[in-house]
């Protein structure tokens, strides 16, 4: 019988290319200030690492290993629980996250019933601090998109409207939307402009036609926290001329 292997020659140390070879680099790879590196990085999530296009938290731990090193440290900084006992309250998480490389990357995230879920609510402080994680994750891949645990089906423009005709009513006795805008109002117009990057005092101008050097109404408002949803949803898109985020725009 002819043996299959006769002709065969075995690889040993002696007649096999032992030495180091090219380490293999995604020649498609962009750099990470060109205008394409936020798709290039959205295309290395699998799917079930998206939800309605937005990366997980569990995701953006892989990614960012994959593209930017191992991950040292990850872990909450400061901690914010409720301190209404009477309901759910809210919580607040900054957390950071250390690479090998020795880059630092931190970022803060809350929790109340305006923005979260009512099945999640009740865990307000663990929801926190995924978003907390997430939201510090994405700033070191660089990503124009907010996470999928930081999302909520709720209207929170009418949430944060609500409440500042409530508090309006409970303090005066009737609400004048055109009155300066509220400190919520201010304050949650803030946090979505840093989410998205967007120049606050760019915004109200070019999309709103209203400066901010003047008075903003609540009506004002009102309009700019819809908008600003809007983008963060994705039913419109952020103009060009409005990015760049700066916190000293009112």
């Given at each position: 019988m002819t043996d299959l292997f006769e002709n065969v020659e075995l690889e040993t140390p002696s007649n096999t290319d032992t030495s180091v070879k090219d380490v293999i680099v995604d020649e498609n790879q962009p750099s990470i200030t060109s205008p394409e590196w936020n798709d290039y990085v959205l295309g290395l999530f699998a799917d079930n690492e998206l939800f309605d296009g937005r990366p997980t938290c569990a995701g953006l731990r892989r990614v960012s290993?994959?593209?930017?090193?191992?991950?040292v440290s990850s872990r909450p900084t400061q901690v914010f629980p409720p301190s209404d006992g009477n309901g759910v309250g809210r919580s607040t998480v900054i957390w950071e996250v250390v690479f090998g490389d020795g880059s630092v990357f931190s970022d803060v995230a809350d929790s109340w019933e305006g923005n979260t879920d009512d099945m999640f609510c009740v865990f307000n402080t663990a929801?926190?601090?995924?978003?907390?994680?997430?939201?510090?994750?994405?700033?070191?891949?660089?990503?124009?998109?907010v996470a999928a645990e930081e999302m909520t089906k709720k209207d929170t423009a009418s949430i944060v409207r609500s409440i500042s005709q409530t508090s309006k009513v409970a303090t005066e006795g009737e609400y004048d939307d055109s009155d300066r805008m509220t400190d919520a109002q201010a304050n949650f117009v803030d946090s979505k402009c840093r989410q998205l990057d967007i120049n606050g005092a760019e915004f109200f101008q070019n999309v709103l036609n209203t400066s901010v050097k003047r008075k903003v109404t609540k009506r004002q408002a009102?309009?700019?926290?819809?908008k600003l949803n809007d983008y963060q949803r994705g039913i419109v898109s952020v103009p060009d001329d409005i990015t760049g985020y700066s916190e000293d725009w009112r």
């Open positions: 290993e994959l593209v930017l090193g191992q991950i929801t926190a601090a995924t978003r907390a994680e997430g939201r510090a994750l994405r700033k070191a891949l660089r990503l124009r998109t009102s309009l700019a926290i819809e």
